[in-house]
């Protein structure tokens, strides 16, 4: 579907206004059109963007036990989250549509009483596409985020090339990133909250792994962008750096071309030739003639989990329905 060989991302290093909804979504609408500005046709902003990655806090719980200000933390964060659809989705369209670009946001997503780690797809017409939930979230996420399913591991096909994202450490799932190639994804969004230089090494690999471009985006936050009462070990300075970003962009022969910043906030752009894909895929290409389909396969449950009463149920390989399973085929994505 892509009709622009050439396209100019944008990757946003900033800092949300920790567990303020409004203000936050102020805040994207502001980046979304500087981008815009300087020629962007893809802005993608950070994980959790939307309101608050919470590093550092404990949400007042330890195995067995939990706090009475710890489940106060716990619905503030879920009030500062974005039902899907709502308000919060509105306005991000419109900051997607009011620019003219692609946009891809981390959010905090609430669904009932849990809540997700999220990113939500837009088009420049302002369309919603669809999101994607991290499947797995990572440690001491896990008690304040649910896990995804395989109906939100989606790959879109625009006309400035196929964009997905795969959201921090699902990033070190190799059948993730094989089920992503294999749906052809060029522009692969990596959001994160990971500052360390371990990370570059990760997404210079993903690059050369499935000779794509990837776009790494994460929060650079200072103390003072959460509120004046958050406890963590990090003090009360409002100076001091809670995560230094690290933000940059690579290209499919593992090359980066913007970044990476660890100085501040700041928005990385990069002309992406979408010809260099096919290009690198000349001597590598992982799901084509670099597989071993008879060796190995790859099946992708794409069906939604089903639940009762919140009580998440089995599925049997005999109830999924042929037209949810995705068979990886390395040579290529086959559906059943």
Not at 81 to 93: M, N
Not at 299 to 327: F, K, L, Y
């Amino acid at each position: 579907m892509s009709t622009y060989r050439n396209v100019r991302a944008a990757v946003i290093q900033a800092a949300p206004v920790s567990f303020d909804r409004e203000r936050t979504l102020d805040k994207v609408q502001e980046l979304t059109r500087a981008a815009a500005i300087g020629g962007a046709q893809l802005v993608v902003l950070p994980e959790a963007f939307v309101s608050a990655y919470p590093r550092g806090l404990t949400f007042g719980a330890v195995i067995g036990s939990r706090t009475t200000q710890g489940r106060e933390w716990y619905r503030r964060y879920w009030e500062s989250s974005v039902e899907i659809p709502g308000p919060a989705v509105d306005r991000l369209s419109a900051a997607a549509r009011d620019s003219g670009v692609y946009l891809v946001v981390g959010v905090i997503e609430r669904s009932g009483g849990t809540l997700y780690c999220t990113v939500l797809f837009f088009g420049p017409d302002g369309a919603y596409l669809g999101k994607h939930r991290k499947l797995v979230p990572t440690a001491s996420e896990r008690l304040v985020w649910g896990a995804g399913d395989g109906s939100t591991i989606p790959v879109f096909d625009t006309e400035i090339g196929k964009i997905g994202a795969v959201i921090c450490w699902e990033n070190y799932m190799p059948l993730l990133r094989t089920a992503m190639y294999a749906k052809g994804i060029q522009l692969y969004c990596a959001p994160t909250a990971d500052a360390r230089e371990s990370w570059i090494a990760t997404v210079r690999h993903i690059a050369l792994e499935g000779r794509c471009f990837v776009l790494s985006c994460n929060q650079f936050v200072r103390r003072s962008d959460y509120p004046a009462d958050y406890e963590t070990d990090f003090g009360d300075d409002p100076e001091t750096v809670i995560c230094r970003g690290g933000s940059c962009i690579v290209s499919p022969l593992g090359e980066i071309i913007a970044g990476p910043d660890y100085e501040g906030e700041t928005t990385l752009f990069a002309d992406l030739n979408l010809d260099e894909i096919v290009q690198a895929q000349f001597d590598m290409d992982s799901v084509g003639h670099y597989a071993r389909p008879d060796v190995f396969q790859l099946m992708v449950n794409e069906s939604e989990n089903r639940s009762v009463d919140g009580i998440s149920q089995p599925i049997r390989a005999s109830e999924v329905a042929p037209q949810s399973v995705t068979d990886v085929f390395i040579s290529g994505l086959m559906r059943q």
